[in-house]
């Protein structure tokens, strides 16, 4: 009996104190208030930065939800002009500015429109429309006779893109513009030229992610004239293109899917001696996809088929695997290729100076683009990626200069050929950035290439580095320098100094000042070393030229 006094006593003299301290603690205000918790109690708050006064107590829950990192590197080589503004109350949705207008002009003619407006026309329907011109008219060096020639080259493209959100889908309807005009040397078999280009498409892509596929569609009419090629006029082009992707869930993180494009071509020449080369390509890539936190696969291949000028079958692999650790390292391979048409697009994206002589070059074919790499983020603000590979490359387009005679003169011209090739490559990119005031960039690769036909080399790189670097040394101020170098590959039928291309040295800069809300002065500076860098054999980039202008938002 006397034992369980003891233990009666000692349980008061344990409670008593927290009796008198809940008696004595003073009552609840706006900013003091007492929760006594008898239960685990870990709340979610989503910012707790904006959080200005207490939240009302509700019954406490435990929070078990997994944390997803997102491990994609994206290198930084360009900041926003504006940091992100400080929290204010009451807290309202930012309004954005959908249109954006900018116009500049300098030396040598040098020229720079833009405009793009997006309108939100409903909660379900937005059109984005813009438009874009730039070009030069100028002196610039003439490297076959000497000299200077005058040069001149307009670029106009415009699209406009509509789109409508369904429960389940989005519908996208567009089309685009554009032209190129642009004259050529003096002793050239053309004079100049106009590239007329236009499109329309129609696509859907599904949204809803409960669904058990995902699917992606689209038909595309593309159409391009080219006004002058070697004795004709008017080549024109009309390509078909039908493209979809399907993915069904086999798991929650494993998916088989397979994608379909294909392509008809139909031809118009002028010229007597070239008959219609018209063809169909079909191209496909069965698929399995694997994503886990740590780990993603890709499991495909590329079958393709090209009928109409001789049927045609290739395979190449689509295969990729990557490892994430630590976070923020990700270990990669991969083996991928496939087809490439030659089409009077990529013909100009390859050389807008060259000509069709004896109809369009055969399709490239890539059988094999084997890459090994490693991406990492050290330290916050940094990132670096090195790799290397392999690339076996079938009838990879080109151009080549050839002499052409026409009575006493002889004349000039470049012509889209193509050849086998094939290059060892390896390089590393690393960046830095802190807040919005400072950003760098470098990147440097070495290639190794072979092929049979020698001159297919010449505009190939051996070294290829980039510097970049942005800094804001005042708040509306944003400066940004440049600099590439491109040593070309020896090339023994070419007689050139040393064999090769001279090498390229741009260094280039700009500046952009915001003195007013939405409205900013803009200045480039191109060529500073004034060197006569060619990207298109004979046709050398201008010397040194600027570029200034203003840009509005609204």
């Given at each position: 009996m006397k034992r369980n006094h003891y233990i009666l006593a000692g349980i008061l003299c344990t409670t008593f104190p927290l009796f008198t301290q809940a008696q004595n603690q003073p009552a609840d205000s706006t900013l003091i208030r007492t929760v006594v918790v008898e239960q685990e109690y870990n709340p979610d708050i989503m910012d707790?930065?904006?959080?200005?006064?207490?939240?009302?107590?509700?019954?406490?829950?435990?929070?078990?939800?997994?944390?997803?990192?997102?491990?994609?590197?994206?290198?930084?080589?360009?900041?926003?002009?504006?940091?992100?503004?400080?929290?204010t109350a009451p807290e309202a949705q930012q309004r954005y500015t959908p249109g954006y207008v900018r116009a500049g002009y300098g030396s040598r003619g040098n020229l720079d429109l833009f405009a793009n407006y997006l309108f939100r026309l409903s909660g379900r329907d937005k059109l984005d429309v813009n438009f874009r011109m730039e070009g030069m008219n100028g002196k610039t060096d003439d490297l076959i006779r000497g000299g200077t020639w005058s040069?001149?080259?307009?670029?106009t493209r415009g699209q406009a893109l509509y789109q409508h959100t369904f429960n389940s889908l989005d519908l996208n309807i567009g089309g685009s513009f554009g032209q190129s005009n642009f004259n050529l040397t003096p002793q050239s078999l053309v004079p100049k030229q106009k590239l007329s280009s236009g499109h329309a498409h129609i696509g859907v892509l599904s949204t809803d992610n409960e669904a058990p596929l995902h699917y992606k569609a689209e038909t595309r009419i593309l159409f391009y004239n080219r006004q002058h090629d070697a004795y004709s006029t008017g080549n024109k082009e009309t390509l078909i293109r039908t493209k979809a992707d399907v993915r069904g869930e086999l798991q929650e993180d494993?998916?088989?899917?397979?994608?379909?494009?294909?392509?008809?071509?139909?031809?118009?020449?002028?010229?007597?001696d070239i008959e219609a080369d018209n063809y169909t390509t079909v191209?496909?890539?069965?698929?399995?996809?694997?994503?886990?936190?740590?780990?993603?696969?890709?499991?495909?291949?590329?079958?393709?088929?090209?009928?109409?000028?001789?049927?045609?079958?290739?395979?190449?692999?689509?295969?990729?695997?990557?490892?994430?650790?630590?976070?923020?390292?990700?270990?990669?391979?991969?083996?991928?290729?496939g087809r490439r048409l030659n089409d009077f697009r990529t013909l100009?994206?390859?050389?807008?100076?060259?000509?069709?002589?004896?109809?369009?070059?055969?399709?490239?074919?890539?059988?094999?683009?084997?890459?090994?790499?490693?991406?990492?983020?050290?330290?916050?603000?940094?990132w670096?990626?090195?790799?290397?590979?392999?690339?076996?490359?079938?009838?990879?387009?080109?151009?080549?200069?050839?002499?052409?005679?026409?009575?006493?003169?002889?004349?000039?011209?470049?012509?889209?050929?193509?050849?086998?090739?094939?290059?060892?490559?390896?390089?590393?990119?690393?960046?830095?950035?802190?807040?919005?005031?400072?950003?760098l960039s470098f990147t440097a690769t070495g290639y190794h290439w072979n092929s049979k036909e020698d001159f297919a080399l010449l505009l190939k790189p051996v070294f290829a580095g980039k510097a970049e670097a942005g800094f804001r040394p005042v708040h509306p101020l944003w400066i940004t320098a440049g600099y590439e170098y491109i040593q070309r590959e020896k090339v023994s039928s070419y007689g050139g100094e040393n064999g090769s291309l001279p090498a390229i040295h741009d260094l280039r800069l700009s500046a952009t000042y915001n003195f007013?809300?939405?409205?900013?002065?803009?200045?480039?500076?191109?060529?500073?070393?004034?060197?006569?860098?060619?990207?298109y054999i004979n046709y050398p980039v201008q010397g040194f030229n600027f570029l200034g202008g203003l840009s509005f938002r609204f």
């Open positions: 707790a930065s904006k959080v200005n006064v207490l939240p009302p107590v509700e019954e406490p829950t435990v929070s078990r939800k997994e944390v997803a990192y997102d491990a994609t590197l994206n290198p930084a080589t360009a900041l926003p002009s504006d940091p992100i503004g400080a929290y040069s001149f080259y307009y670029r494993q998916f088989i899917g397979i994608a379909v494009e294909m392509n008809n071509l139909f031809y118009s020449y002028e010229q007597t191209d496909l890539n069965p698929y399995f996809l694997w994503n886990t936190d740590t780990w993603d696969l890709r499991l495909g291949a590329h079958a393709d088929f090209s009928l109409g000028t001789g049927t045609t079958f290739r395979a190449s692999p689509d295969v990729e695997a990557g490892y994430t650790f630590s976070d923020t390292y990700r270990v990669y391979a991969s083996a991928t290729g100009e994206e390859n050389s807008p100076y060259g000509i069709i002589r004896q109809g369009k070059p055969e399709d490239t074919y890539e059988l094999i683009h084997a890459t090994l790499g490693l991406k990492g983020s050290p330290l916050p603000g940094t670096f990626h090195i790799f290397g590979g392999y690339r076996n490359i079938k009838k990879e387009l080109y151009h080549s200069s050839a002499l052409f005679s026409t009575g006493n003169d002889g004349v000039e011209a470049i012509l889209y050929q193509t050849a086998n090739s094939d290059n060892l490559h390896g390089g590393a990119e690393l960046g830095y950035a802190y807040k919005d005031l400072l950003s007013y809300k939405g409205v900013s002065i803009y200045a480039h500076v191109n060529n500073l070393l004034n060197k006569k860098n060619q990207y």
